[in-house]
């Protein structure tokens, strides 16, 4: 018996009774909602932008929350995983290192170092919009509002201030304090006024900001003013005097987008578009008090600059616009700039595999996004150009506490032990680079099914299972290349012709052998040294090993790309094919039963052995589709089953089917696997759904 959520139509003809039974039922079955997490496509403009004491580079969007960059990996908050809302009008770190973010409509954010705490109306704060924000030298927050005045906050209470206490207007647009203390508002009249901690001062203005409208205000160490406008115009107060800079005094351009002040008291302003003066693009100038210096940082990430702002050090973050898509962040240190290109949320939509540390943190194995680590909230993703990986195509993954294991597609296997990547490969012990499949079993050992054999580490010795079509002829012996496995990636090793030694199996049997109780071995020696150590078991009939399962009594089950599976039990080879009742000899998945018994996935169905038969089950069956990627069962002993066609999930008795149109991200499953509270989590090629059977 099987049940889809596309088996329940509806009548036009019944009667109204007759339809509510029928829909309620099909909802009663469906009762589970999925949770999608998605692969993020496009990405959006930097605006507002600081950098924290530990140099961390928080940035805001308008429509992606919040991001975090440590310098090697990009971690989002976002309405997702916590944050009230995604748009984020600007960001800052207070006199205390406190990091806090402003909203529009939802209120004041400040980060505790784990999550958000959201400030708002039930703290005291005002309801009207917000506009921007700033922090004095005592930590207080001074919050602009679009038709309030200004508030002050200083983490319990608020104090507001408007027109009645000397403010111009109540529509507060920029905000900033000064190096002395002081807090400046700009004002939807284009008027600015002073507050000096006792009262208030309207500041005259000179005709050049009367005219033009002042979009935006930032003091520099010294406590002076700059103001930009519109009109092209940068005008710097300092208390008593105006000086305006204009291309007809000496500012070399003047279609200014970002202003900034770095650790030295320099002035940094960025252009945009061709300048009508000087015909160029996309430059940053610097003033240090006498002159302006030109500055051509950006290379291929110029486009609109929205932000600027500066680290301990000195250097520049440039943030903004690429062509109407940004890429990322510059970093810019005066002479040498980096792009940071954003990598964020998860780095890839294609999931090949996915496991649980012991935290419960999700490990995922990708197609050309490198390493997912995803708390369910918050990723952090490892790539080719970080963190030591030289491949970004992973398709298998095992963690066993500290130690984490990660199987390549060309480039081996990759082991992080929580403070350095190792790389093993054909360079060293390995055979074949793409890795398919990694168990551990009850002796500790690491099992690793390849293109080209399966391979045993036993925490010393490296071995290679296979049949004679590893072996190299005699007549025509390799030359092999030997090179220094100490080296950072292959990429970078000097690789050498060396004498080779090959010392092969005496006995060569002729033909195929469904069992065999032993192997034969032989090495291989480069100058001297082994470096491959090979088992020759003439009953594989695949060297392409695809999946691996052991059961409780340490029975090995090894699936082969399309020769059936090997069964091996500590002493005894066997093989079953098509001619033994399996319906395919390609066998993608494998999952052990409470009873020790395997179920294998093929492409021509599912198959279950009672210890004697193989017994199959298909669409007649009410199996979802053929074409089966990976089984498990979880902790009620229910088999979940992906399918290049949707999930099903059986009972024993009976198969319930899901696919995109019930919830599921997609329909191409690649793997499912279940967590510690049973829940089911289920890697697609359009990103991963979980399903809580709480």
């Not at 916590?82 to 406190?98: A, C």
């Not at 055979?431 to 925490?459: E, P």
């Not at 480069?526 to 090993?545: K, L």
């Not at 690649?670 to 990103?687: A, H, L, Q, R």
């Amino acid at each position: 018996m099987f049940l889809s959520k596309n088996n329940c139509l509806k009548p036009s003809s019944m009667k109204y009774i007759a339809i509510l039974f029928i829909i309620l039922f099909c909802q009663n079955i469906y009762s589970q909602e999925f949770i999608n997490y998605y692969f993020y496509k496009s990405y959006y403009p930097v605006n507002p932008t600081v950098v924290d004491s530990d140099g961390n580079v928080w940035m805001t969007t308008n429509q992606k929350g919040i991001f975090k960059y440590d310098g090697r990996t990009w971690v989002n908050y976002s309405k997702a995983n916590g944050l009230p809302t995604d748009e984020i009008l600007d960001i800052l770190v207070d006199s205390k290192d406190e990091i806090w973010a402003l909203t529009r409509h939802d209120g004041v954010l400040k980060y505790n170092g784990e999550y958000w705490i959201t400030y708002s109306e039930k703290e005291g704060l005002s309801s009207h919009p917000y506009s921007s924000f700033a922090s004095d030298n005592k930590g207080n927050l001074w919050i602009g509002l679009l038709g309030g005045g200004i508030s002050k906050f200083d983490g319990k209470t608020t104090t507001t201030f408007n027109k009645e206490d000397g403010l111009l207007n109540n529509v507060v647009y920029d905000v900033e304090a000064d190096a002395k203390g002081n807090i400046w508002v700009l004002t939807g009249d284009n008027n600015i006024t002073k507050f000096n901690g006792k009262s208030w001062t309207a500041i005259i203005k000179p005709d050049v900001l009367s005219k033009n409208y002042i979009r935006s205000m930032v003091s520099d160490l010294k406590g002076n003013m700059w103001f930009l406008a519109t009109g092209e115009s940068l005008t710097k107060y300092d208390g008593k005097e105006w000086t305006t800079f204009s291309h007809e005094n000496n500012l070399p351009y003047s279609s200014i987008t970002a202003i900034a002040v770095d650790s030295k008291n320099n002035v940094w302003v960025a252009n945009h578009g061709k300048e009508k003066y000087l015909q160029e693009e996309e430059l940053l100038l610097k003033y240090d008090g006498h002159n302006w210096e030109k500055h051509y940082p950006l290379g291929e990430f110029s486009g609109y600059i929205n932000s600027i702002t500066t680290d301990a050090e000195g250097h520049l973050w440039v943030g903004g616009y690429k062509h109407g898509n940004i890429e990322g962040i510059l970093e810019y240190d005066g002479k040498e700039s980096i792009p940071h290109v954003f990598k964020y949320g998860l780095s890839s939509q294609q999931i090949r595999d996915i496991d649980f540390d012991d935290e419960g943190i999700i490990w995922c194995a990708t197609f050309k996004g490198g390493i997912i680590e995803f708390d369910g909230k918050i990723s952090k993703n490892y790539y080719y150009d970080s963190t030591g990986l030289f491949n970004n195509n992973f398709k298998v993954l095992y963690l066993n506490g500290e130690d984490k294991w990660f199987g390549s597609t060309g480039g081996g296997i990759f082991r992080n032990d929580n403070i350095k990547w190792t790389n093993y490969s054909v360079w060293d012990v390995l055979q074949n680079n793409t890795i398919w499949a990694i168990v551990k079993d009850q002796n500790d050992q690491f099992w690793f099914g390849t293109g080209n054999g399966l391979t045993k580490y036993d925490g010393i010795n490296w071995i290679t299972y296979a049949n004679r079509q590893i072996l190299p002829p005699k007549s025509r012996p390799r030359i092999y290349n030997y090179s220094e496995v100490n080296a950072t990636a292959p990429r970078n090793r000097t690789h050498q012709k060396v004498n080779t030694t090959i010392s092969y199996p005496d006995v060569v049997l002729e033909g195929e052998s469904k069992n065999c109780a032993s192997c034969d071995t032989f090495i291989i020696k480069y100058d001297d040294i082994i470096t491959n150590n090979y088992c020759i078991v003439d009953c594989f009939s695949d060297n392409f090993i695809y999946s691996i399962a052991i059961n409780p009594v340490g029975t090995y089950w090894f699936g082969t790309f399309r020769g059936g599976i090997i069964k091996y039990d500590g002493l005894n080879w066997t093989n079953y094919n098509t001619n033994d009742g399996l319906p395919s000899n390609s066998i993608y998945s494998i999952a052990i039963d409470k009873q020790g018994y395997p179920w294998l996935g093929t492409d021509k169905g599912l198959t279950r052995f009672n210890g004697s038969n193989w017994v199959t089950y298909n669409r007649k069956d009410g199996l979802r589709d053929y074409n089966i990627s990976s089984i498990t069962f979880d902790q009620n002993g229910i088999l979940w089953i992906g399918t290049s066609n949707g999930v099903s999930k059986y009972d024993g008795k009976t198969f319930i089917n899901y696919n995109k149109g019930d919830g599921l991200i997609d329909s191409r499953v690649n793997v499912i696997k279940v967590d510690s509270e049973n829940n089911i989590w289920i890697g697609t090629e359009n990103g991963i759904s979980k399903l809580n059977q709480k």
